[in-house]
């Protein structure tokens, strides 16, 4: 005979994630999507995935906001999101927009680029 399985509940952990704030837009685990980031927050964002810093891309889902304007990506305060998120890991190099060019000679200061994920885990 076997002995009855039993469910342990693991302690929450604490990890860094880089926070990307999506709009319109939710990303779920197990499914993978794409949005487009400013090309410095993407450079930002991979740095401190590559130095160990961060485990991966937090995706989470804006409020919605009045139509008399959106926020700025500089001004989206820790209200203006949802509390749950869901961490993501990068699947796909990033595709650059705006004519910036792949080496980063001469990158405009709007350069934007898109990146594919794939949703890993749930967080709070």
């Not at 906001?65 to 209200?79: C, E, F, Y």
């Amino acid at each position: 005979a076997t002995a009855p399985m039993a469910l342990v509940q693991a302690e929450p952990q604490q990890v860094s994630v880089v926070v990307l704030p999506l709009r319109d837009q939710v990303i779920f685990p197990l499914l993978r999507g794409s949005f487009e980031v400013p090309k410095s927050a993407y450079d930002e964002a991979q740095s401190l995935i590559d130095r160990g810093l961060a485990i991966g891309i937090g995706a989470i889902a804006l409020r919605p906001i009045s139509p008399k304007g959106r926020l700025a990506a500089a001004d989206v305060a820790q209200g203006d999101l949802y509390e749950i998120g869901t961490l993501c890991s990068i699947v796909a190099p990033p595709e650059i927009q705006d004519g910036a060019s792949s080496d980063g000679a001469d990158e405009e200061a709007g350069a934007r680029v898109t990146v594919m994920v794939e949703g890993v885990s749930r967080f709070k």
